[in-house]
């Protein structure tokens, strides 16, 4: 890996680990927490519907060694970091389905969080 490659990956698990990714949330967890895919559809504004979060959630969890919870915290994560070194065409969404397509068809379960820091670097080229 390169040194771009790196500092994007450890930038993207720094934001990761701040996102609730790993660790414990100090925190109180609130009665009713959303569903992950209302949380990311909350996030965009109602771009997209919770349904339409959901149905990628669907697809890529079963590749992953990640809750679903942890997907959408990674998605979001994604986006977050791409806005923060200017990068504005992406989406919650449009994370989520390019990370899906990005898991090889056929794999075994992964830890995913690698695919999400790969595709920061690739976006941030």
């Known amino acids: 890996m390169n ?3 790196t500092t994007a990956a450890g930038a993207l698990l720094a ?4 996102a609730g990714c790993s660790g414990s949330d100090p925190t ?3 009665t009713t ?3 992950p895919a209302q949380m990311l559809a909350d996030l965009d504004g109602g771009i997209r519907d919770a349904a339409s979060y959901q149905t990628v959630l669907d697809k890529w969890a079963p590749k992953c060694t990640q809750t679903p919870k942890k997907l959408a915290a990674i998605a979001n994560a994604v986006v977050e ?3 923060k070194n200017g990068i504005s065409d992406e989406t ?3 994370a989520l389905v390019h990370l899906n397509a990005s898991v090889p068809g056929g794999a075994s379960k992964m830890d995913c969080t690698g ?3 790969a595709y920061v ?3 941030e080229g």
């Open 28 to 30: 109180p967890a609130p």
């Open 81 to 83: 970091e791409l806005r």
């Open 3 to 5: 040194r771009t490659a």
């Open 15 to 18: 934001a990761l680990t701040l």
């Open 121 to 123: 670097t690739l976006r």
């Open 33 to 35: 927490p959303p569903r």
């Open 92 to 94: 919650e969404y449009s």
């Open 115 to 117: 695919i999400a820091a």
